[in-house]
């Protein structure tokens, strides 16, 4: 609930400060994405995307168009579809400086060159979807860690597979094994009461998990360079660093 509250306030602060009247040129892609969503032509739609289109953790990204084109009714259900055919370019709209254009409080954000690139909406589909695919998950865990809130992220070092799951309460849980082993198994080590941290407002992040003299901490970093992994394991002993692994983010 924290991390939730606090990018929602974040895109708030965000809007207030920053947001201007939509530019013409950018009006003229936002009127062919309504009007694409009226007639109901997924392939234009699907022609806006910016791929992969991600959806809320554990739904699968989009991959492409002709996945999208196939999901497209799970999405743009139809509050959503009304919301974006009753709104107007010029209105409801609006430029957020480098993090591109939004509708109304951000239920869509194209960027400006005319593709659509976050949905914050969720259907009752993909409501129940997510609610499947949490309880699928739990049983193919091992039993000490198969109770959980929400799904967070599994990543992977050259050593280790991570587990972080939202407990609820703002506290989150760590779960690591070997890389060769499977989360069917019992993990090697788990540590509760972790803490969720914002990097900035961008979208980075980090999770510390404290055990005794050490500190475990997941960095994932969404905004980067090109040599920047999207994810990091580093762990300290008494404040000294003694890892340091990149990491990738594994599709749960």
């Not at 509050?79 to 400086?97: F, H, R, Y």
């Not at 972080?164 to 890389?179: L, Q």
């Amino acid at each position: 609930m924290k991390k939730l509250i606090f990018i929602l306030l974040a895109l708030i602060s965000l809007t207030e400060m920053s947001a201007q009247d939509l530019k013409p040129e950018y009006q003229k892609f936002i009127k062919t994405f309504i009007s694409s969503v009226q007639r109901g032509d997924k392939a234009a739609v699907a022609n806006m995307i910016s791929y992969p289109l991600k959806r809320e953790n554990p739904i699968p990204s989009i991959k492409n168009k002709t996945e999208f084109i196939k999901r497209y009714s799970e999405i743009f259900d139809a509050d959503l579809k009304k919301e974006i055919t009753s709104s107007k370019p010029d209105k409801d709209w609006s430029e957020v400086g480098w993090r591109g254009i939004m509708l109304n409080d951000g239920t869509l954000w194209f960027d400006t060159d005319g593709k659509l690139k976050t949905i914050n909406y969720q259907s009752k589909f993909e409501k129940d979807f997510k609610a499947k695919l949490i309880s699928s998950q739990k049983t193919k865990l091992h039993p000490s860690i198969a109770k959980f809130k929400n799904p967070e992220y599994v990543l992977e070092t050259s050593k280790f597979r991570i587990r972080i799951d939202d407990m609820g309460n703002e506290t989150y849980r760590y779960a690591s094994w070997s890389v060769k082993q499977k989360m069917s198994e019992k993990p090697d080590l788990i540590i509760e009461n972790g803490k969720w941290f914002a990097d900035g407002s961008g979208g980075n992040e980090h999770f510390d998990f404290k055990k005794g003299k050490f500190i475990y901490t997941c960095y994932i970093t969404p905004l980067g360079t090109r040599e920047t992994p999207p994810a990091n394991l580093v762990i300290t002993q008494n404040g000294k660093e003694i890892l340091n692994q990149d990491a990738k983010i594994v599709p749960r």
